[in-house]
């Protein structure tokens, strides 16, 4: 668990993740950044599933005929091959700036078995064989582009494997017949082989790869009210040493999506390698959720007198405010009040290096609540507050929780002449510490979900806080099935 100390309103944490500014009004809201660390992870669990799919691998049955001095023609056929062992010892994933990935894979070896036949007019005879590949090296060329639907897409753009060596040891009867022409074989083991490792890989990165890609969420909805927009807004670029995959991270109104007024800002990511991969989230995410949230009402409050405890020396009726306000009571003797509050605009949250602030007015209207459900207005209060926020990262989601410190009331009008607003400040204090925090830390502490592909885990994660916005570093472990 990580966790990060700022200031921060009531429901400023909306969250997800890209990189360098694009035209002006298109900078990301989010960027997911790949170093070495992961695509040497990558490449490794690359390696793995292609030589579980090479085990499985059916090879073509091939055959031929060649003339033997002193023998004259002879047809012969292979089949039945199917690959004993493979193992592939070294790969390796680079960028290709401007251009996509390399993944290479060297110093591998594969063994075949199977079993051969020979026909000589009448004569027909059989027996089998084994073959050695050694000294495999592939080498692929993956481009990098993003769907109309928001989502990552690859293709290969090139493929080639290249074998070393193919030793062929032929048994049976006429085996040293074979043997006299194997440099014919061994060569035709060759380019079958080659060329079935480039299909397998085409077939693997088609049917396999860019389905798994299609699980990278485009929308998620947070609840009713909110959805985080995942869509990529254009490829992901490779640099010399990084790869960056730009997301709009914008949160949305499932009622009501509108442009949003302001732009996001230019992230300058700092030169990070000790993780795997890093997560920008810029200040943008964060206030296009408070524009959500405030929009909706869901920062608004109405306070009446069930809520105050028993034991409290005010009562939101006349009666008891006639000590400090003579006169309410004069003009609405016994009668209930009621405060309705609101934030007055979505607050914005500014990162700068090590901290969070943000500034929250509130405004307060207190009525009458006089017969037949009319509420006649009486006074306004304006109520100011700093909040201190704790961000924590688990596994996939940030939560948050708010600690909020004591509030500031100034009687803003009033119809019923002036009076001191102490004991209101310490009625709204209990207020919004017993309630109206806690209903704001309940949503906090649902999280808000990073875009992640299915069957990932990030783990020991570190958080910074930059200027507009929050840098979350972590390593990233396949969970296979």
Known sequence: MVTLKGTLPS?????????????????????????????????????????????????????????????????????????????????????????????SVSDSFIQVTGDWKVRKR?????????????????????????????????????????????????????????????NQIESRFRKALESK??????????????????????????????????????APQATDQTLDVMFKGEIFSQDDR??????????????????????????YAFNTASLVYHKAGFLNFTITDDMIPPDSNIRLNTKSFRAFVPRIARLYPNTNLELQGAVISAPCLNFSPGNLSTAAQMEIEAFVLLPNSVKEPVFRLGVATNVSAMLTFNTSKITGFLEPEKIQVEL??????????????????YYLLNNFYPKVNDKLAEGFPLPLLKKIQLYD?????????????????????
Not at 202 to 225: A, C, G
Not at 260 to 282: D, G, K, Q, T
Not at 412 to 428: I, R, T, W
Not at 476 to 481: A, G, M, T
Request: net charge negative.
């Open 122 to 182: 009448i004569l027909r005879l059989n027996g089998s064989f084994d073959v050695k590949v050694k000294g495999i090296t592939i080498s692929v060329n993956l481009l990098l582009d993003s769907e109309p639907s928001g989502r990552p897409k690859v293709a290969v753009s090139s493929c080639s494997s290249h074998i070393h060596d193919v030793e062929v040891d032929i048994s049976g009867d006429l085996g040293w017949l074979l043997n006299l022409f194997h």
């Open 412 to 429: 803003k009008e009033s119809k019923v002449g002036l009076f001191s607003v102490e004991l209101l400040e310490a009625l709204l204090n």
């Open 197 to 234: 490792i480039c299909d397998i890989i085409q077939d693997s990165v088609t049917s396999e790869l860019q389905p798994y890609l299609q699980t990278l969420p485009v929308t998620t909805k947070i609840d009713h009210l909110a959805g985080l927009d995942y869509s990529l807004m254009g």
């Open 258 to 283: 509108s442009p949003v007024a302001f732009l996001a800002p230019v992230m300058n990511l700092p030169e990070e390698h000790s993780r795997m991969v890093y997560f920008a989230i810029s200040n």
């Open 11 to 103: 429901l400023l944490l909306g969250t997800l993740l890209t990189f360098t500014s694009g035209a002006l009004g298109a900078n990301p809201g989010l960027v997911v950044r790949i170093t070495d660390q992961g695509l040497e992870y990558v490449a490794q669990e690359e390696l793995l599933a292609l030589q579980k799919k090479l085990h499985k691998v059916t090879l073509p049955n091939f055959d031929g005929d060649v003339r033997i001095k002193h023998f004259g023609s002879v047809d012969y056929g292979f089949h039945s091959l199917k690959i004993q062992s493979c193992k592939l010892l070294g790969s390796a994933l680079k960028l290709l700036p401007n251009q996509g990935l390399l993944f």
């Open 461 to 481: 994660p570190i958080l910074q806080i930059h200027k507009d916005f929050l840098f979350l570093g972590t390593n990233v472990r396949y969970l296979r099935v």
